[in-house]
């Protein structure tokens, strides 16, 4: 068996990766925009407030969750979306970490 992609890299930066992709897109940015605004869990408010139809948040909703920003609890017929803590302080670390890591204007650092 071959060697993935994947392979090569260590699981942070897969991670760091992952998590990036998952941010690929505006209306992705504007779910956790939401979500983070509103403090609390939602369900049927993202149709309304984002003017896209059911099934495109219902994927963009799917890509964030298997990402792990958000989790979800079923509520009758219905599921709740809020943030995922956990996942949302880990990204924002490895983000940090990465943007800190470059030394700016110093000028021996290129």
Request: proline share 4%.
């Amino acid at each position: 068996m071959g060697i993935t992609k994947k392979d090569l890299f260590s699981p942070e930066q897969n991670d760091l990766a992952a998590g990036a992709k998952a941010l690929g897109h505006p209306a992705r940015i504007a779910i956790l925009q939401y979500l983070v605004a509103a403090r609390a869990c939602i369900n049927g408010d993202l149709v309304q407030e984002l003017g896209l139809a059911q099934a495109t948040i219902s994927q963009h909703l799917r890509e964030l969750k298997a990402a792990g920003f958000i989790q979800g609890t079923i509520e009758g017929t219905s599921v709740s979306y809020c943030i995922n803590p956990e996942r949302w302080e880990r990204i924002k670390s490895e983000f940090l970490e990465l943007f800190e890591s470059y030394c700016g204007n110093d000028p021996s650092c290129c």
